[in-house]
């Protein structure tokens, strides 16, 4: 089976998760535009790379698709996790239980979650978001299993806040 096979039978199980049939092709677009794209991933380079003729359009189609994902981010995790575990576990049993905080720096405080704290991929305090990840992993490849919701880290920020 070639990797274009894999891939095309990859998205078809996950199109399972998000629901009706037209969502396949744009699901197909947004997981090839995670791969492709250089630098930044947001929906307007990811436009350029998977639909270089229509960027306009292929960039409307993406931000529709994102904005209106209606599905369970449990369930597609737990998709994910049927599907890949099996492949890493191939090569070694799982060995370790990662888990990480990745941030985001942002410019301003307009954006959920922005406060000013340590900012790793600075390496110092600044004005950014935290995610905290677990994933699964040997020393064939890792997965990631989970995500903290954003509301578990934001429901007190009111108190740290200062205007």
């Not at 410019?107 to 340590?118: A, F, I, M, N, P």
């Not at 990631?144 to 880290?153: C, E, L, V, W, Y």
Request: neutral net charge; aromatic residues 6%.
């Amino acid at each position: 089976m070639t990797i274009s096979d894999r891939f095309a039978a990859y998205i078809g199980e996950l199109t399972k998760v998000v629901g009706h049939a037209d969502r396949a092709g744009p699901l197909r677009d947004y997981c090839s535009g995670l791969l492709a794209t250089e630098g930044r991933r947001s929906v307007e380079p990811m436009a350029a790379v998977t639909a270089p003729a229509q960027v306009s359009a292929q960039h409307q189609k993406l931000l529709h698709f994102v904005a209106n994902s209606t599905w369970s981010d449990e369930e597609m995790l737990a998709k994910v996790g049927e599907l890949v575990t099996p492949a890493i576990e191939r090569h070694g049993a799982i060995e370790a239980w990662i888990i990480d905080d990745t941030s985001f720096p942002k410019k301003g405080r307009h954006s959920v979650g922005v406060h000013h704290q340590y900012c790793g991929q600075l390496g110092k305090q600044a004005n950014c978001q935290v995610a905290v990840t677990l994933s699964i992993a040997n020393h064939h490849g890792s997965l990631p299993i989970g995500a903290a919701h954003a509301r578990a880290f934001l429901s007190d920020l009111s108190q740290f806040h200062r205007q």
